[in-house]
């Protein structure tokens, strides 16, 4: 056959995740001969050899690269052929100019967990063993390239044996930045809360005594620290929630393994494969009844937040007495998570016993992410670490935009060319910690990935912090609606171009009225749109703090259709209601809004649910696992009001129904399913109406209330079975953590017109 000669560039997360050896061994297997090497356009390969030679390549290529690696494009050119004789590796003469995806940090690998409980190894029970697969990556980068100088590593120089592994192409460690070992790596060690040390020759064995006696431990890990107690010690537990200020939002468990998960949780095959991902996020899974953790982890709610073990030292803790430990961000409230030893001995010293403390630097705090199996698909709630900063790919190249997100689940993005980077979660802008670790955030980005953003796009909001900020800059700005953004993030993740109906159900977002927006039905796209519908605007009593009180808001909405004439509603009997009726009729501090969010929370609360919230949403979370995860047989038809441009979607007989459901008698699960068929009944005829005075097929749905499930899947089959095509969020979170992504879209088209 004759020899034939291709030039492969490869683009994509190629370089730092073991790639040329992959491709070095991968062209040996084949019998091909040629090289590999790095340039600015990305890693070239030539190959020499026969036809089906270099199409098994090619198709091996895909099949088999490595798994922290993302092939974007391979463009291929024929070359003349010469006479090398076998393949090498060329080393690289310069990397400076080489442009760089940074991997995110991934769980410990299988190669490497074997090695970590193998006695005879050099590494047993290393607590930082990693190689080419594995290991901390974009939580140790300080600077580009990404090389072990300029990451944590640097305070580790090399021993010998690991210098070796790090050269050799054939070693599963060739060019692993964090490769380690006893001899020259990090280490841990145990303090108590003062920072005294503990003297033990196994400061892990010594934390899991700690743990098995109650103790609260910070422990440090791969994005930040966390707050470690055994699962099944209620008191240690009820502890751990008094000093974190956190007195019922579910606090997020890590085993052993899927076995262990499987007494806790039930799973599908899909959620079986997201624990195991590379990734290890905390699955949110349905709890099973009759299990020996402590009632206190997820008061009332029937899920359980579930991670297995992602870093060497996790899986230690985890090896031996205890099988389940509670690992919660370590941080007052909402504040950022935890990353350096003095802070944390600082800032935990009043929420921890015990410190495990290492000497390998977090550069770039990154808390774990969440994610949950939604109508089919695994979603992300909080998309950060395993997921950051892997970028999200556009179709067009674009100009370079730094988006600064929203206010609460603060996510920013920044893109280059058809990449757009989006942050680690950030979290909620309301304390200085978060916003220093906002503003570095973007400065790191900025800096890692040599983003100069021509355009900054920031929320409507004019009391965001980040709206603030962006304006203090020196850079042109654009302010964008928040749905707009929602509808833009869920276009740009499914590649869609052309006009959307967008069905926007939100907590809150500012309006271009000036109103609070929040349950939307726009018709547009990231150069513009219009709002077609939204619910009859109500009444807030109390303003923003009425959030936390759902009662408060359910009187608010009945007052709205009732007027005085209230009527007996049982779960209002305990309530102080006069002078929040006072304030509905003096038409005091009582702002209007449009938000599904808090219909829900009116619902709720009337029909018996929580009344006071302690955490976000709770009433709403609870209110839909109360139907049992099944849809009413009836329903009610919300009415409309249309008028020149818009249609109101009215509470009015939606309420009475409610109120005579009520008073009739039915409980809190008949409700719930009621309610939720009659908001997809009215959706769904809504999206037809829409669709027929548009042409437009396509949907997208957006906005924090679509993590219900019931919701999600119930209004996907229905608009299905209408012939409407249905996009949803898989890749960032419907809720505000995936606006940045919208924002850019929007600030891309912007520059473009
Ligand atoms: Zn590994
Ligand atoms: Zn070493
Ligand atoms: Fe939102």
Redesign the pocket.
């Known amino acids: 056959m004759t020899m034939l000669r291709r030039r492969l560039t490869i683009n994509g997360i190629v370089q730092g995740v073991g790639f040329r050896p992959f491709i070095y061994s991968l062209a040996r297997d084949i019998g091909l001969v040629g090289s590999v090497y790095n340039t600015s356009d990305g890693v070239k390969v030539e190959l020499q050899g026969n036809i089906t030679q270099l199409d098994q390549f090619e198709s091996r290529l895909h099949a088999e690269a490595p798994p922290l690696s993302t092939i974007i494009s391979v463009d291929i050119e024929d070359i003349t052929a010469q006479d090398d004789s076998e393949f090498t590796i060329v080393a690289s003469h310069d990397n400076t100019s080489v442009s760089t995806l940074i991997s995110p940090d991934v769980a410990l690998c299988d190669d490497c967990k074997a090695e970590l409980f193998e006695e005879k190894n050099s590494r047993y029970k290393y607590p930082f063993i990693n190689c080419t697969n594995c290991g901390p990556r974009y939580t140790i980068i300080e600077n580009i390239p990404y090389d072990r100088p300029f990451t944590s590593m640097k305070h580790f120089p090399l021993c010998k044996a690991c210098h070796t592994e790090y050269q050799d192409p054939g070693d599963r460690r060739f060019h692993a930045q964090p490769n380690a070992c006893p001899e020259c790596g990090p280490h841990v060690w145990l303090t108590d809360q003062k920072g005294e040390r503990i003297e033990s020759t196994d400061p892990v064995s010594k934390t899991v005594e700690l743990l098995l006696v109650g103790k609260i431990l910070a422990i440090k890990g791969l994005g930040g620290f966390h707050l470690a107690v055994d699962a099944c010690n209620a008191d240690a537990v009820a502890q751990l929630r008094l000093a974190k200020g956190r007195d019922a939002k579910p606090l997020a468990l890590m085993v052993r393994d899927l076995a262990t998960a499987q007494t806790l949780v039930y799973l599908s095959q899909l959620e079986i494969e997201t624990l195991g991902s590379i990734q290890a996020p905390i699955l949110l899974c349905t709890s099973k009844l009759d299990t020996n953790i402590a009632p206190n982890i997820a008061p009332g709610n029937d899920r359980l937040g579930i991670m297995l073990p992602y870093t060497p030292l996790h899986h230690l803790l985890l090896s031996g007495k205890l099988d389940t430990l509670v690992m919660t961000s370590a941080n007052f409230s909402e504040e950022p998570i935890c990353i350096d030893n003095d802070e944390a001995l600082t800032r935990l010293a009043d929420l921890a016993d015990f410190f495990l403390l290492h000497n390998r630097d977090i550069y770039l705090r990154t808390d774990d992410s969440v994610v949950m199996e939604l109508s089919g698909e695994i979603r992300p709630i909080r998309r950060s670490r395993g997921y950051a900063p892997r970028p999200i790919f556009t179709r067009r190249k674009g100009p370079s935009i730094l988006a600064v997100g929203?206010e609460l689940k603060n996510v920013v993005g920044l893109s280059k060319d058809e990449k757009v980077f989006l942050s680690q979660h950030i979290g909620d802008l309301e304390n200085l910690e978060a916003f220093e670790f906002f503003k570095m955030t973007i400065a790191h980005i900025q800096r890692i990935f040599e983003i100069e953003p021509e355009l900054i796009v920031h929320d409507l909001h004019p009391e965001y912090l980040s709206t603030k900020w962006a304006k203090d800059q020196n850079i042109p700005l654009l302010g964008v609606q928040?749905?707009h953004a929602?509808l833009a993030a869920c276009m740009a993740e499914n590649s869609l171009e052309e006009p959307v109906i967008g069905i926007i159900m939100?907590?809150?977002?500012y309006g271009t009225d000036g109103t609070i927006w929040g349950g939307e039905f726009l018709v547009g796209d990231p150069t513009g749109f219009e709002r077609k519908a939204h619910f009859e605007p109500m009444p807030l009593p109390g303003g923003e703090a009425a959030i936390r009180s759902p009662w408060r808001i359910g009187l608010g909405y009945l007052h709205q259709v009732f007027g005085t004439n209230l009527p007996d509603i049982p779960a209002l009997k305990d309530h102080d209601i006069q002078p929040i009726i006072q304030m509905l009729n003096a038409n005091i501090n009582s702002p209007l809004t449009s938000s599904c969010g808090r219909l829900f929370d009116a619902v709720a609360a009337l029909s018996g649910g929580r009344q006071e919230i302690r955490y976000e949403a709770q009433a709403a979370i609870e209110f839909m696992q109360a139907a049992g995860n099944r849809l009413g047989s009836d329903y009610s038809n919300f009415e409309f009001q249309q008028s020149e441009s818009e249609q109101t979607i009215s509470i009015t007989n939606v309420m009475h129904d409610l109120v005579q459901r009520i008073q009739a008698g039915k409980n809190i699960e008949s409700i719930s399913q009621w309610f939720h068929y009659s908001l997809i009944k009215t959706f769904t005829s809504i999206s037809l109406e829409l669709s027929r005075e548009t042409g437009i097929k396509q949907l997208v749905l957006s906005?924090?209330v679509f993590q219900n499930n019931l919701l999600i899947e119930g209004l996907q089959t229905e608009l299905n079975q209408a012939g409407l095509e249905v996009f949803t969020h898989a890749q960032v979170p419907t809720?505000?953590g995936g606006?940045a992504l919208g924002q850019v879209i929007i600030g891309q088209n912007y520059l473009r017109k």
Not at 506 to 509: I, Q, R, V
Request: charged fraction near 15%.
């Open positions: 929203g928040h749905h929602h939100d907590g809150t977002g906005g924090g809720n505000d606006l």
